[in-house]
């Protein structure tokens, strides 16, 4: 298996302007996770979606985060408008459904905002 | 809410010398604890996993974790470390269906 997927690995932006990332989970993974990792706050979980449905968005931060998933093997996490606070690396996570909680990490899209 | 804390932000650590990675949890019921390791510009990997059982835990790359219920602890530990595990190592619960993470440890190990 490939592995989780995200694109890009890197992205570098100005602000105002909109920024997309996207995750392919693993295939079968029910469970599908978008953290942020900054130096300041460490790992924050986003969002989560169970199904391809969002079940806690509450750590999203605000109304210029959304995250989508259309469809098992595809999900995106769009800012709009970027804001240079929003610097950081992004981290899609899935995991299978069941008993074990071991949730498999992409390698990240870091998103610098000037 | 459940908690994890590391107690170390960082740990220098000669090559060859023992490690040991401190993990705390706020007590709950179940307990399901696990320690993942972030290489420089990398996603997290796991290192290991208690879900139940023996409370000594084996992972990869020599590392090994003790459930301490009484203790309400997790830490990570290793007899000998490389070069190559200079990284930083996170300790995280299940928490409904999510992990909630510990600040993490930063591992820098010197020749």
């Known amino acids: 298996d490939a592995g989780v997927i995200q694109s890009p690995r890197h992205e570098v932006t100005e602000m105002g302007q909109e920024v997309t990332l996207r995750c392919k989970p693993i295939s079968g993974h029910d469970y599908l996770f978008w953290y942020r990792q900054t130096m300041m706050r460490g790992l924050e979980l986003l969002i989560y979606?169970?199904?391809?449905?969002?079940?806690?968005d509450s750590g999203m931060p605000e109304d210029r985060f959304s995250a989508k998933m259309p469809n098992a093997s595809f999900s995106t996490l769009k800012i709009q408008p970027s804001e240079p606070r929003d610097s950081a690396v992004y981290f899609c996570a899935s995991r299978k459904g069941g008993s074990d909680y071991e949730q498999y990490f992409g390698p990240g899209t870091r998103l610098t905002v000037t | 809410a459940q908690s994890v804390t590391q107690l170390d932000s960082q740990v220098p650590v000669f090559e060859e010398a023992p490690v040991e990675l401190r993990c705390n949890y706020s007590?709950?019921?179940?307990?399901?604890l696990f320690w993942y390791v972030q290489y420089p510009n990398q996603g997290l990997q796991l290192l290991l996993k208690y879900l139940s059982g023996s409370t000594l835990v084996k992972g990869i790359n020599g590392f090994e974790a003790e459930f301490n219920k009484s203790q309400t602890s997790f830490h990570l530990r290793k007899p000998s470390v490389h070069i190559s595990d200079t990284a930083e190592y996170f300790c995280a619960r299940a928490a409904g269906n999510k992990l909630t993470f510990g600040g993490g440890t930063r591992v820098l190990v010197k020749p």
């Open positions: 979606f169970n199904n391809n449905v969002p079940i806690d």
């Open positions: 007590s709950s019921v179940s307990v399901y």
